[in-house]
C-alpha cells in the first residue's frame, strides 16, 4: 500500500515537474533549445510502466499542457497522443535498444512531433515559424539519456528504500 | 504453433483496438481545436481552472525571481550609485519634459474648449509585473500578475517606459497574457514620425525584430527614422513609440520596399509595464444616425431642427 502510494507520487510528481520545466524561462538564446519535457516523461513511464501509461492518459495530460500554454486547445493532446501511440506500438523494441539507438529514436519522435505541431499551427493560419523551431528535437535528443538515467535511478532507490 | 497463432491473433486485435482508440482521440482533438479556433473555449476552460493554473505560473516563475533578486542584493554599491545617478538624470529630464507637455496640455485642452471637443488627453494606466514564464518560445507572449480582478480587459494597450510592448489577448482573474508587438500574429498600425507617412508593422517572430512588408518603393522613409503609433484602428492610442527603422531592402517582387524595425520598447528586458486603461477613441466615419418616427416625414424635422439651432 505504502509502496504504491510512493510510487505514485513520484510518477505524478514528475510529471508536474515537468509541467513546470515547460513553463520556466531560459535565456532568450536558449529558448528554442527548451525539450518537450512532457513527452520525454511521458517516454520513460510508457518505457518502463506501460500500465500507467495509454492513451486516454496522454490526452488528459495534453489538454491540461494546453491550459497552461493558452495556445489552442487540443493542440498538446493530440501531439501526446500521437506520441504516445508509437512509443507503445514499439514499446518492445524501444525497451531493448542500446541509449544511442534510443536517443536516436527520441529525436525521431520528436521530428515527427514538430512535423505535427507545424501542420496543426499552418492549418489554424499561422505563420510559418522561423528556422529555429527545428532545433528542440536535438536538445530532445540530447536530454533523453540524462532524464532517463535520472529516473530510472530515483526509481530504484525508491523501491530499494522500500524494501 | 497454434499457440503462436493465437498469440499473434490477440497481439493484432490489441494493435486494432489501440489504432481506434488513437483514430477516436485524433478525431476528437481535432474537434475540440476547430470548436476552440471558432469559438475560443479555451480561455473559459483556462479561467474556470485558473486556481490551478494561475499558481503553477508563480511557481515556474520562483526560479528567476529568486535568481533576479540574488542579482539584486549582490549588486555592489558603485554600480547602484551610478544607476541611481542616471536615474536621477533621467528624471530631471523627464520632468522637464512633462513641465513643457503640461503646458502644451493646458493649450490644448483651451484650443479644444474653443473648438467645443469632447475628448479627453488623460491616460488612465495600471503597473503591473511580468511573471516570468514562457509556455511557448515561438509565440511573442508573456504573463503579467493583473487580472480581471485588477480590472484589466482584452484589447488593452500595454506600454513600458520607452514605448509600446503589445496588448492583453486574454485574461484570468489574476494574471493576464499580453501579446508582444514582436509576436508572428500581430500588427499595428504606425506612422513614420519624420513624415507622417502611414505603414503598418508586422511582429516578425524574432523578440528584436518588427517589419514593414508593404511600403511603396517611392515612399519618403530612411534608416534611423521613427515610428510612432498613429492611433487608426482604435486599438493603440496615437504618438507612442514603436520601434526605429534598421534597414531598408527591395522586395524580391521588385514592387515594395521591407523595412525592418528594431522595436522601441524593451520588450526582452521590461519587468514593469504599463497597462493603458481607457481604450482611445475610435477613428472612423461616425456611426450612420437612426432615424426616429416614420419614414417619409423624419428628416424633414431634423433639418428644421438644425435650422433652428443655427439661427440661435
Known amino acids: 500500500m505504502n509502496r504504491t502510494r510512493a510510487a505514485n507520487v513520484f510518477f505524478w510528481g514528475s510529471i508536474g515537474l515537468c509541467y513546470l520545466l515547460q513553463l520556466m524561462p531560459l535565456p532568450h538564446a536558449l529558448l528554442a533549445f527548451k525539450p518537450f519535457w512532457l513527452a520525454l516523461v511521458l517516454l520513460y513511464w510508457a518505457l518502463e510502466s506501460p500500465d500507467r501509461v495509454g492513451l486516454g492518459l496522454a490526452f488528459a495530460l495534453g489538454l491540461f499542457g494546453d491550459a497552461l500554454a493558452g495556445g489552442l486547445l487540443g493542440e498538446h493532446a493530440l501531439r501526446l497522443c500521437v506520441f504516445c501511440f508509437i512509443v507503445l506500438r514499439f514499446r518492445s523494441r524501444l525497451r531493448f535498444f542500446p541509449m544511442w539507438q534510443q536517443a536516436l529514436a527520441v529525436f525521431a519522435l520528436l521530428l515527427n512531433d514538430r512535423i505535427l505541431l507545424l501542420m496543426i499551427r499552418a492549418s489554424a493560419g499561422e505563420p510559418l515559424p522561423p528556422l529555429e523551431f527545428w532545433w528542440a528535437p536535438i536538445a530532445g535528443m540530447v536530454a533523453w539519456p540524462w532524464v532517463f538515467l535520472l529516473l530510472d535511478d530515483l526509481r530504484s532507490r525508491l523501491r530499494a528504500h522500500e524494501s | ?312
Open chain 2, 1 to 312: 504453433m497454434t499457440i503462436a497463432r493465437n498469440d499473434k491473433a490477440v497481439l493484432f486485435a490489441a494493435d486494432a483496438a489501440n489504432a481506434l482508440r488513437l483514430i477516436g482521440y485524433l478525431a476528437l482533438a481535432i474537434i475540440l481545436m476547430v470548436i476552440d479556433h471558432r469559438g475560443g473555449y479555451l480561455s473559459r476552460l483556462r479561467w474556470g481552472l485558473s486556481t490551478v493554473i494561475e499558481p503553477m505560473y508563480r511557481i515556474a516563475a520562483m526560479p528567476s525571481q529568486l535568481a533576479r533578486d540574488a542579482r539584486m542584493s549582490l549588486a555592489d554599491r558603485s554600480r547602484l550609485t551610478e544607476e541611481n545617478a542616471q536615474l536621477r538624470r533621467d528624471l530631471l529630464l523627464a520632468q522637464a519634459r512633462l513641465d513643457r507637455v503640461n503646458l502644451l496640455r493646458n493649450q490644448n485642452r483651451h484650443l479644444k474648449q474653443l473648438l467645443d471637443a469632447q475628448r479627453s488627453l488623460g491616460l488612465g494606466v495600471q503597473l503591473a509585473r511580468i511573471i516570468d514564464v514562457n509556455p511557448d518560445p515561438f509565440r511573442q507572449r508573456v504573463t503579467v500578475d493583473a487580472g480581471s480582478n485588477q480590472n484589466v480587459h482584452v484589447g488593452q494597450a500595454v506600454l513600458d517606459a520607452q514605448g509600446v510592448m503589445g496588448q492583453v489577448v486574454d485574461t484570468l482573474p489574476n494574471t493576464s497574457t499580453v501579446m508582444l508587438i514582436t509576436d508572428a500574429a500581430h500588427a499595428i498600425p504606425v506612422v513614420v514620425d519624420r513624415t507622417g507617412m502611414r505603414a503598418i508593422a508586422h511582429g516578425s517572430g524574432q523578440i528584436d525584430t518588427l517589419k514593414l512588408p508593404n511600403v511603396p518603393i517611392s515612399a519618403d522613409i530612411k534608416v534611423g527614422d521613427k515610428l510612432m503609433t498613429s492611433g487608426l484602428g482604435g486599438h493603440f492610442p496615437a504618438g507612442f513609440p514603436v520601434g526605429i527603422v534598421g534597414s531598408i531592402q527591395t522586395a524580391a517582387d521588385g514592387m515594395f520596399v521591407v523595412a525592418t524595425a528594431t522595436p522601441s520598447a524593451a520588450l526582452d528586458r521590461s519587468v514593469e509595464v504599463l497597462i493603458l486603461h481607457e481604450l482611445p477613441d475610435p477613428v472612423g466615419p461616425p456611426a450612420p444616425a437612426i432615424p426616429l418616427g416614420p419614414p417619409g416625414n423624419a428628416p424633414e424635422p431634423a433639418i428644421a431642427v438644425q435650422g433652428a439651432g443655427e439661427r440661435q
